[in-house]
């Protein structure tokens, strides 16, 4: 089995021919696909099946399999907008349904031979909690849309009652209080049903290891093709559980490429926001200057829905923008039915019209009305990029062990973590933690890093403002994650949607990428192309 895999934190290279990469190389060192012929780990050694579900095996007594069966036509594939109408109409309850999602995560996701290792824990509280949504359902005020929704969240979201570990051993007994984002989304009336696996420290630690491989959740696997098609990374968990129908939606982040990239391998929708539009209080961070939390759902229309849900003003996030918008803002044009794509200009990038995906989907965007201009890339680089990340990361993690980690932990540092993954290496690091090395070892005074920070956010605005400003563009059209660097340090939002599927059966997607706080728009274009092109598949063994 070959299996290419590439870092979460930049997928420039995936989207270069051989002559770009060698061109790129300069600019972002220590960046390379790599062949795996198998896994060092598949399984962890730091996490029991039987520990997860210990807490709710009692509870659970009471759900059979003919009750799932019977369940499964009503809740798999549906969007949330189904999910209401099929409560509201008495077919299943918000404790059915949690219960529902607990018995396939159970059955589907560990110690088997479909076995996907998406999930790293669940929330023990789970079941209470969808009772309590039962009986505020008959309270007749009108509840937001993500209310009793079952929602799975990346495992570098703080989350009370479950550790948040990034993935990885040192963040083991890191129980912390709620993120900002995870507030929001319990004021909302949203169930957190558990955390989901990553690659660990969002993909920003090891350097040698396969996406979607955390200590403490071990190897993701992709369902499209276990061991075969790569998860992508970081947020793997969340790409993989949504794409098996695990729960409803699941929160990622990426700092670039960790949305879209399992978004798109795993043939979901993901959104990585504009900067400032999500917070990113207490979430376990790479890059305050790039980071994001943002939805992954199986649909555009929970994609805007999970969006209005997450929104809301931080004044702990320096970034954080306030918009005095509503829950519905995102969803207001889709779900009215009103949204048109008629008379919008997408640059189409030439490099990659070979791809028959592609070309496909610009020629469905076409007969909704759209305009396609066919556009040359910018001769653009991204020096320094992995310098600002680590530049980033050396105060930006001390910052999360001041303000937002448990207590009791008494890391103060990456160089912390690196010592204490040395006392066990085999369970801690099995490929090892060569980015941690170079977060410590780089070095740049206060100019050199306000200058490379804005050399990086120039040349990435620039690398999209010039053809959308030559063309009167409205989006410019790439595939998976291959532009998501320099939409990161031009801190433009990016949307993809599946588009199909390779001969081999690994899925892909097309990526809309705009202009600052322009989702809203961005989810209605890309609403319009979902539904008339209907790409979308489950993975055929999980259903």
Same mark, same amino acid.
Request: charged share 25%; hydrophobic share 35%; net charge positive.
């Given at each position: 089995?070959?299996?290419?895999?590439?870092?979460?934190?930049?997928?420039?290279?995936?989207?270069?021919?051989?002559?770009?990469?060698?061109?790129?190389?300069?600019?972002?060192?220590?960046?390379?696909?790599k062949?795996?012929?198998?896994?060092?780990?598949?399984?962890?050694?730091?996490?029991?099946?039987?520990?997860?579900?210990?807490s709710?095996?009692?509870?659970?007594?009471?759900?059979?399999?003919?009750?799932?069966?019977?369940?499964?036509?009503?809740?798999?594939?549906?969007?949330?907008?189904?999910?209401?109408k099929? %409560?509201?109409?008495?077919?299943?309850?918000?404790?059915?349904?949690?219960?529902?999602?607990?018995?396939r995560?159970?059955?589907?996701?560990?110690?088997?031979?479909?076995?996907?290792?998406?999930?790293?824990?669940?929330?023990?509280?789970?079941?209470?909690?969808?009772?309590?949504?039962?009986?505020?359902?008959?309270?007749?005020?009108?509840?937001?849309?993500?209310?009793?929704?079952?929602?799975?969240?990346?495992?570098?979201?703080?989350?009370?009652?479950?550790?948040?570990?990034?993935?990885?051993?040192?963040?083991?007994?890191?129980?912390t209080?709620?993120?900002?984002?995870?507030?929001?989304?319990?004021?909302?009336?949203?169930?957190?049903?558990?955390?989901?696996?990553?690659?660990?420290?969002?993909?920003?630690?090891?350097?040698?290891?396969?996406?979607?491989?955390?200590?403490?959740?071990?190897?993701?696997?992709?369902?499209?093709?276990?061991?075969?098609?790569?998860?992508?990374?970081?947020?793997?968990?969340?790409?993989?559980?949504?794409?098996?129908?695990?729960?409803?939606?699941?929160?990622?982040?990426?700092?670039?490429?960790?949305?879209?990239?399992?978004?798109?391998?795993n043939?979901?929708?993901?959104?990585?926001?504009?900067?400032?539009?999500?917070s990113?209080?207490?979430?376990?961070?790479?890059?305050?200057?790039?980071?994001?939390?943002?939805?992954?759902?199986?649909?555009?229309?929970?994609?805007?829905?999970?969006?209005?849900?997450?929104?809301?003003?931080?004044?702990?996030?320096?970034?954080?923008?306030?918009?005095?918008?509503?829950?519905?803002?995102?969803?207001?044009?889709?779900?009215?039915?009103?949204?048109?794509?008629?008379?919008?200009?997408?640059?189409?990038?030439?490099?990659?019209?070979?791809?028959?995906?592609?070309?496909?989907?610009?020629?469905?965007?076409?007969?909704?009305?759209?305009?396609?201009?066919?556009?040359?890339?910018?001769?653009?680089?991204?020096?320094?990029?992995?310098?600002?990340?680590?530049?980033?990361?050396?105060?930006?993690?001390?910052?999360?062990?001041?303000?937002?980690?448990?207590?009791?932990?008494?890391?103060?540092?990456?160089?912390?973590?690196?010592?204490?993954?040395?006392?066990?290496?085999?369970?801690?690091?099995?490929?090892?933690?060569?980015?941690?090395?170079?977060?410590?070892?780089?070095?740049?005074?206060?100019?050199e890093?306000?200058?490379?920070?804005?050399?990086?956010?120039?040349?990435?605005?620039?690398?999209?403002?010039?053809p959308?400003?030559?063309?009167?563009?409205?989006?410019?059209?790439?595939?998976?994650?291959?532009?998501?660097?320099?939409?990161?340090?031009?801190?433009?939002?990016?949307?993809?949607?599946?588009?199909?599927?390779?001969?081999?059966?690994?899925?892909?997607?097309?990526?809309?990428?705009?202009?600052?706080?322009?989702?809203k728009?961005?989810?209605?274009?890309?609403?319009?192309?979902?539904q008339?092109?209907k790409? %979308?598949?489950?993975?055929?063994?999980?259903?």
């Amino acid at each position: 089995m070959k299996k290419i895999i590439f870092l979460a934190i930049v997928f420039l290279l995936n989207a270069c021919g051989p002559k770009e990469q060698a061109k790129k190389q300069d600019d972002i060192s220590a960046i390379s696909a790599k062949e795996f012929t198998t896994f060092k780990v598949l399984d962890s050694e730091n996490i029991e099946n039987q520990t997860i579900w210990s807490s709710l095996d009692q509870e659970m007594n009471d759900f059979s399999e003919a009750e799932y069966e019977k369940l499964k036509p009503h809740i798999l594939e549906k969007n949330i907008l189904e999910l209401h109408k099929n %409560r509201t109409q008495g077919i299943f309850t918000y404790e059915t349904l949690v219960k529902f999602y607990l018995y396939r995560i159970k059955k589907y996701d560990r110690d088997n031979e479909l076995s996907l290792n998406s999930v790293i824990s669940i929330n023990p509280n789970i079941i209470a909690e969808a009772k309590q949504k039962d009986q505020e359902f008959f309270n007749k005020r009108l509840k937001p849309l993500i209310f009793g929704m079952p929602i799975l969240l990346k495992d570098n979201v703080n989350t009370t009652g479950m550790p948040t570990t990034a993935g990885a051993v040192a963040l083991k007994n890191n129980y912390t209080e709620d993120a900002f984002i995870v507030k929001q989304l319990k004021g909302q009336g949203a169930l957190i049903l558990g955390k989901a696996n990553l690659s660990e420290w969002a993909y920003f630690f090891c350097g040698d290891c396969p996406s979607g491989y955390s200590a403490i959740g071990g190897q993701t696997l992709n369902p499209y093709g276990r061991k075969i098609i790569d998860t992508g990374g970081s947020s793997a968990g969340s790409g993989v559980s949504v794409a098996t129908n695990f729960a409803v939606a699941a929160v990622g982040t990426e700092t670039a490429g960790s949305i879209l990239s399992p978004s798109s391998q795993n043939s979901v929708v993901g959104l990585k926001p504009t900067i400032g539009l999500l917070s990113r209080s207490g979430i376990v961070p790479i890059s305050s200057t790039l980071d994001t939390p943002g939805p992954m759902t199986k649909s555009v229309i929970d994609n805007a829905i999970l969006l209005g849900a997450l929104y809301g003003h931080d004044p702990a996030d320096s970034k954080s923008r306030s918009f005095k918008w509503s829950g519905n803002y995102y969803i207001s044009g889709i779900k009215n039915g009103n949204p048109s794509i008629k008379g919008k200009r997408f640059g189409a990038i030439k490099r990659l019209l070979k791809d028959t995906l592609y070309i496909n989907a610009i020629n469905v965007l076409k007969q909704q009305g759209a305009i396609i201009v066919e556009i040359d890339e910018e001769e653009i680089g991204l020096p320094k990029f992995i310098n600002l990340l680590n530049l980033d990361m050396q105060k930006d993690l001390p910052e999360y062990f001041k303000n937002y980690a448990n207590k009791e932990l008494s890391y103060t540092s990456v160089q912390d973590v690196i010592d204490f993954n040395k006392k066990d290496s085999a369970k801690t690091m099995p490929y090892g933690q060569k980015l941690f090395y170079g977060i410590v070892d780089d070095k740049a005074n206060k100019k050199e890093f306000l200058d490379m920070k804005k050399v990086l956010h120039d040349n990435g605005k620039s690398y999209f403002d010039i053809p959308m400003k030559a063309h009167n563009l409205d989006a410019v059209l790439s595939v998976n994650n291959y532009h998501a660097a320099f939409a990161a340090v031009a801190e433009y939002p990016a949307l993809t949607v599946p588009m199909g599927y390779t001969g081999k059966g690994e899925p892909k997607g097309i990526t809309f990428i705009g202009k600052p706080f322009t989702e809203k728009s961005m989810l209605e274009w890309a609403y319009i192309y979902e539904q008339a092109s209907k790409m %979308r598949k489950a993975p055929k063994n999980y259903n």
